[in-house]
């Protein structure tokens, strides 16, 4: 069974850290693309970062700019979004999305596979 599953989520006080983790199961992520996708409440889910099966990353998020970073570990079939300088605005929850092609796309229809998504939240 093909399954993506994000971990590491939680309750950060602004201006922290975490580290999200999506683990792939049932295939490899060595040839696609995978991105991070986030939805608040009441609004609509928006693409965060991608990165390809080459490792070029895209941001899709001008919000998040010089504060995530993705990264992808192949060997253990990992991707990771670093996400420093927390703000109360980064509160949602946040998905990892891998697309059955090595390049980057910005929209969520354009990926094929889903996890079941993380809470993040940031708050005093």
């Known amino acids: 069974q093909l399954q993506l599953v994000e971990s590491g989520g939680g309750l950060v006080q602004p201006g922290g850290s975490l580290r999200l983790s999506c683990a792939a199961s049932?295939?490899?992520?060595?040839?696609?693309?995978v991105g991070w996708f986030r939805q608040a409440p009441g609004k609509e889910r928006e693409g965060v970062l991608c990165?390809?099966?080459?490792?070029?990353?895209?941001e899709y998020a001008r919000s998040v700019k010089g504060r995530f970073t993705i990264s992808r570990d192949n060997v253990k079939n990992m991707v990771y979004l670093q996400m420093n300088a927390l703000k109360p605005e980064d509160t949602a929850i946040y998905y990892c999305?891998?697309?059955?092609?090595?390049?980057?796309?910005?929209?969520?229809?354009?990926?094929?596979?889903w996890g079941q998504g993380t809470q993040v939240t940031v708050s005093s």
């Open positions: 999305a891998a697309r059955s092609f090595s390049t980057c796309r910005s929209g969520a229809y354009e990926y094929d596979y």
């Open positions: 049932g295939f490899t992520l060595r040839g696609n693309a």
């Open positions: 990165i390809s099966s080459s490792g070029g990353v895209t």
